[in-house]
């Protein structure tokens, strides 16, 4: 098989280890709907992530900064994850092997683009209210739960009333966060 992602199926059946690859955080949100296709008898999702800064100015108000986009490459367990969780308009943190992808346009012009081949993918919990689901975990059983904790319970989204943006909006008493 020759094509775009031959690297990575040979990657993910350990037929070559890495070595040298830049890892990278990103945080921001997804801007596109995943895209979802199976390559080599893998399943592949694929969904563009932009990162924007803010800086404040003199005379203390905000102004946009540098933006960063770019393409996360989802693979083996990160699929069914992200497919079920996320979605365009997400925020998220991406952390994986960061690489140029070149290509060749329609026009036959030579291109290249950012991507990562993601080693996890999650929910930014700064900017949203999310509830985890595990497979096979159910809680803690009333037998193994102190009787007296000293933590109180974290609030879940239906507590909350409603998934919010993590601005403070639906509660007013909430700390602002910082950029």
């Known amino acids: ?10 990657h993910l059946r350990k037929e070559i280890e890495p070595m040298f690859e830049t890892q990278l955080t990103v945080v921001g949100h997804i801007v ?6 199976t390559v080599g008898g893998q399943e592949l999702i694929k969904f563009r992530v932009a990162s924007n800064s803010r800086r404040r100015t003199g005379e203390g108000s905000w102004e946009p900064g540098n933006s960063l986009f770019i393409t996360v490459n989802c693979w083996g367990k990160l699929v069914t ?3 079920a969780a996320l979605g365009k308009g997400a925020p998220v943190i991406v952390v994986g092997h ?7 346009d329609r ?3 030579r291109r290249s683009s950012l991507e990562m081949r993601a080693t996890s993918v999650g929910p930014d919990c700064s900017r949203a209210i999310v509830r985890i689901e595990k497979p096979g ?17 974290v609030n879940s989204a239906e507590d909350a009333g409603s998934v919010g943006s993590g601005d403070g909006a639906e509660n007013p008493s909430a700390l602002p966060l910082s950029a």
């Open 81 to 83: 994850g992200v497919g």
């Open 1 to 10: 098989m020759s094509g775009k992602y031959e690297h990575y199926l040979r």
């Open 137 to 153: 975990y159910a809680g803690p059983d009333a037998e193994s739960a102190p009787a007296n904790s000293a933590e109180e319970p």
């Open 98 to 104: 960061v690489y140029t992808s070149e290509y060749e």
């Open 32 to 37: 596109n709907d995943l895209q979802r296709r």
């Open 107 to 109: 026009d036959g012009n």
